[in-house]
T-cell receptor, first 114, second 110 residues
Framework: AQSVTQLDSHVSVSEGTPVLLRCNYS??????LFWYVQHPNKGLQLLLK??????LVKGINGFEAEFKKSETSFHLTKPSAHMSDAAEYFC????????????FGSGTRLSIRP | SQTIHQWPATLVQPVGSPLSLECTVE??????LYWYRQAAGRGLQLLFY??????ISSEVPQNLSASRPQDRQFILSSKKLLLSDSGFYLC?????????FGQGTRLTVV
């Protein structure tokens, strides 16, 4: 079975400081992992994805994530936060077979202080 | 390319009225399809999941139903809406290498 845990429900950082959103997963198979962002009253936008290629994945808007199999983690980072980064972020595990479901984390709300 | 269409974007319906939200997928075949709901300030709750035509799994008991009349069409319905059905509804499809989402429907039941 697959599962995903986002360790923080809310993260608040100052503009210009680094961002770290934590995600741990559990999977019996090599997972595909994703980060999505949802701005208020909007749909979900794909930030980046890991699909068993390079373990350090770069995404849009300066975000990146590193797949660490030994730690079963896929944390999302950004060197310098911008006010426009304030949103809800979801870590997602994609199914390893057609019979499996995509699994969402519970979400992390990122707030940016001026 | 693969795309997903979900409509309408916003909807205001009175209590007791019926509901039909439609989602269609292009550029792929036999996808897994999903309906999620997001209540205000909450995470995404999986409502229904389908691995093929006519195959629907319900994740939570509720006032809603889903149907998949065609491979790339997924419909969310209700015969009589409740106030608690208000929320943001997302359609999604997935294959091994990704999950893709519609733009969502903001439903307000009044």
């Amino acid at each position: 079975a697959q599962s995903v845990t986002q360790l923080d429900s809310h993260v608040s950082v100052s503009e210009g400081t680094p961002v770290l959103l934590r995600c741990n997963y559990s999977s019996s198979y090599s997972p595909s992992l994703f980060w999505y962002v949802q701005h208020p009253n909007k749909g979900l936008q794909l930030l980046l994805k890991y699909t068993s290629a390079a373990t350090l994945v770069k995404g849009i808007n300066g975000f990146e994530a590193e797949f660490k199999k030994s730690e079963t983690s896929f944390h999302l980072t950004k060197p310098s936060a911008h006010m426009s980064d304030a949103a809800e972020y979801f870590c997602v595990v994609s199914p390893y077979s057609s019979a499996s479901k995509i699994i969402f984390g519970s979400g992390t709300r990122l707030s940016i202080r001026p | 390319s693969q795309t997903i269409h979900q409509w309408p974007a916003t909807l205001v319906q009175p209590v007791g009225s019926p509901l039909s939200l439609e989602c269609t997928v292009e550029g792929t075949s036999n996808p897994n399809l999903y309906w999620y709901r997001q209540a205000a300030g909450r995470g995404l709750q999986l409502l229904f999941y389908s691995v093929g035509i006519g195959q629907i799994s319900s994740e939570v008991p509720q006032n809603l139903s889903a149907s998949r009349p065609q491979d790339r069409q997924f419909i969310l319905s209700s015969k009589k809406l409740l106030l608690s059905d208000s929320g943001f509804y997302l359609c999604a499809w997935s294959l091994r290498l990704g999950a893709f989402f519609g733009q969502g429907t903001r439903l307000t039941v009044v």
